[in-house]
């Protein structure tokens, strides 16, 4: 029996530090445009590995090695990994052009008033058939700028529904690096994970709805200017969205937006050949990182896990948040704590998920309620924090427009991310889990 070693934690504080500290410096001291984002998250993971392996010298090095290869092993991370490498294919297929034409198809039908509760559901679905916040929000955040510009519209409350509805998507879609890694972490179909985080967003999005329209109803409203859209483009989002819900495995999934989109780029003469495998390959080679990511946790976390790490961080977990529905908390937190450290929601679902699986173990939750919380709340507080790369990109495109914005001035209007939090708490306290065959 392996001893619980709170020093074993270390390397888990040497990287929230070491990223911080330069976040911090990049972002606020040198002024450098989405400063924590310019901060090599491999390098560091790769300091943070390099302290975990000086550790615990009554191992000798070969065998740290056979452990660290044990933990990238796991048919979870190797699962983990192809997907990613797939849903970046299919993104770099269909590319901006097909989620445009779903955007503006919707926004053309809708009465003006509505405009801006549309661009959230419309965000909602972009997001969650694209399987990405920032793609999202980079690609409806122009759309939310003219639509406040030409509506009257608050543009903090727009750019705020834009990126609502962004995290929306990250954290239900299934082809979402969040969704991929907290199933697949927890060893859950994604089908039933879905199920289990539908019920908690649904009121969250419906409330939110209804604070927009409420908040819109004073706004003076004039004409929306629709650009040119292609009703046939969006057929590989649907398709993907559709299989996804009915439980479809996800390479088939993938397999499949990714064939529709290709015929459907190359026949309508969105793309050419060439084109259209360079753009693939792009969207692979995006994933990268997050493959790496998983890697190097994966193997960090191995170390921590052989040196009694986790058992420490469970006995003091236990201590403070008692019974099932504390330990639920205590996942959600802690979660909640390495994103805030990290700014990036799926390394702090990779890095929570062996001690989420071991509270779960410990606490009689569910494996689908465990990737649920751990998603919900990585996406709550990625939704909100000022640095992370959502509210960044949002301000860089506003930016691109002409126009200013800040990061305090959207906060008040990041509903859905508050109304998430509410109903979380509300599920998690009130409402007793549903049994799934």
Not at 91 to 109: D, K
Not at 173 to 200: E, H, L, P, Y
Not at 207 to 224: E, G, H, K, Q, Y
Not at 245 to 266: D, E, H, K, S
């Amino acid at each position: 029996m392996k001893k619980s070693n709170v020093l074993a934690l270390i390397p888990i504080g040497v990287f929230v530090v070491f990223y911080l500290s330069l976040g911090i410096i990049f972002e606020y001291v040198m002024k450098i445009p989405m400063g924590f984002y310019n901060v090599p998250i491999v390098v560091v993971f790769l300091v943070a590995l390099l302290v975990a392996c000086l550790q615990n010298k009554e191992l000798k090095f070969d065998r740290k090695l056979e452990i660290m290869g044990q933990g990238i092993g796991d048919k979870n991370i190797v699962t983990m990994i192809l997907i990613f490498l797939c849903a970046g294919i299919f993104v770099g297929v269909v590319g901006r052009s097909s989620a445009e034409s779903v955007a503006y198809f919707v926004l053309s039908i809708i009465p003006p008033r509505f405009a801006v509760c549309v661009i959230f559901l419309v965000s909602c679905f972009v997001s969650t058939a694209m399987g990405t916040s920032v793609g999202t929000i980079t690609l409806l955040t122009p759309i939310a700028v003219a639509v406040s510009t030409a509506s009257g519209f608050s543009l903090p409350l727009c750019v705020g529904s834009v990126m609502g509805g962004a995290m929306f998507g990250d954290n239900l879609s299934f082809i979402s690096d969040t969704t991929i890694a907290a199933c697949n972490g927890q060893g859950c179909a994604m089908k039933d994970k879905f199920r289990t985080n539908f019920a908690i967003v649904l009121p969250a999005a419906i409330v939110t709805i209804a604070i927009i329209f409420i908040l819109s109803l004073n706004s003076d409203i004039n004409t929306i200017e629709i650009k040119d859209y292609n009703l046939i483009q969006k057929i590989p989002y649907i398709l993907v969205l559709a299989g996804g819900i009915i439980g479809i495995n996800v390479f088939v999934i993938l397999l499949i937006g990714i064939l529709t989109g290709a015929v459907i780029m190359l026949a309508t003469g969105a793309l050419d050949f060439p084109t259209m495998l360079s753009q693939m390959g792009g969207g692979a080679s995006g994933m990268f990182e997050t493959a790496m990511v998983a890697i190097l946790v994966s193997a960090i976390c191995a170390l921590i896990k052989e040196y009694g790490g986790f058992d420490a961080l469970l006995n003091g977990i236990k201590r403070v948040f008692k019974g099932k529905k504390g330990g639920q908390l205590g996942m959600g937190l802690l979660v909640g704590a390495m994103d805030i450290a990290t700014a990036n929601n799926t390394v702090a679902i990779v890095m929570a998920n062996p001690i989420a699986k071991e509270m779960a173990n410990d606490y009689g939750i569910s494996s689908r309620k465990t990737a649920s919380i751990l998603d919900t709340f990585s996406c709550i507080f990625q939704g909100v924090i000022p640095y992370g790369a959502q509210m960044l990109v949002a301000i860089s495109a506003v930016n691109t427009m002409g126009l200013e914005i800040s990061a305090f001035e959207i906060m008040p209007n990041l509903l859905y991310p508050y109304m998430l939090l509410l109903s979380s708490l509300v599920f998690m306290f009130f409402v007793p889990e549903k049994k799934m065959k």
